[in-house]
Each structure stands twice: as C-alpha cells, then as structure tokens.
C-alpha cells in the first residue's frame, strides 16, 4: 500500500533553514506528480509546492517563492523541500502528498521561532 514518510522538520530561528524528505512506497513514483501541504494552527492546509514526475516542473505558493525549493530523486522515491530563509509564519505541520491515490503522509511539524 502507499507509505509516505516525511522528516526533517523541527525548531530554526528566523532566517534559517530546513530540508523536509518525504520517502515513497507502494507505488510507482517516478511517474506521479508530488505535492508539499502545510497546516497552520487554526488555518486551513494550504498548497506549498507542486513537482512533476520528471522534475522538470514546479510550482509554488507566492508565500514562499524564492524561499522554498521542491526537488525529488527518483532512483530514491524521495522528494525533497529545501526552505531557506524562514520566517514565524512558515510555522505549520508540512504534509507530502502524492497524486496516485492522493494519500498524505504523518506530517513533520516545523517551527520558526527565536
């Protein structure tokens, strides 16, 4: 069945920087497009960034254009979000999504905060 398996969340300062991984199973990977959600505290999930299956294309929320990066390798059915320079309100519950059977993983919990 479909395993989604995110890490690398945790506490940064502002203007730091965190790697979120999320591991893929079950499914066929390289051919399906990957999502990154993230949930605030009393928000609704919100679409961070989008990759396709090959990577040659993403898309991102305005909020984190030129902040955030999506990339994913897939010899490692592993897709990847890059954050740099973080700011308190990126402080949410990251999801990785996939697009086979539009299943999300656990979350990883990321806090921006001095």
């Known amino acids: 069945q479909v395993q989604l398996v995110e890490s690398g969340g945790g506490l940064v300062q502002p203007g730091g920087s965190l790697r979120l991984s999320c591991a893929a199973s079950?499914?066929?990977?390289?051919?399906?497009?990957m999502r990154w959600f993230r949930q605030a505290p009393g928000k609704e999930r919100e679409l961070v960034a989008s990759?396709?299956?090959?990577?040659?294309?993403?898309d991102y929320a305005d909020s984190v254009k030129g902040r955030f990066t999506i990339s994913r390798d897939n010899a490692k059915n592993t897709v990847y979000l890059q954050m740099n320079s973080l700011k308190p309100e990126d402080t949410a519950v990251y999801y990785c999504y996939e697009t086979y059977e539009s299943r999300w993983g656990q979350g990883t919990q990321v806090t921006v905060s001095s």
């Open positions: 990759i396709s299956s090959t990577g040659g294309s993403t």
């Open positions: 079950g499914f066929f990977f390289k051919s399906y497009a």
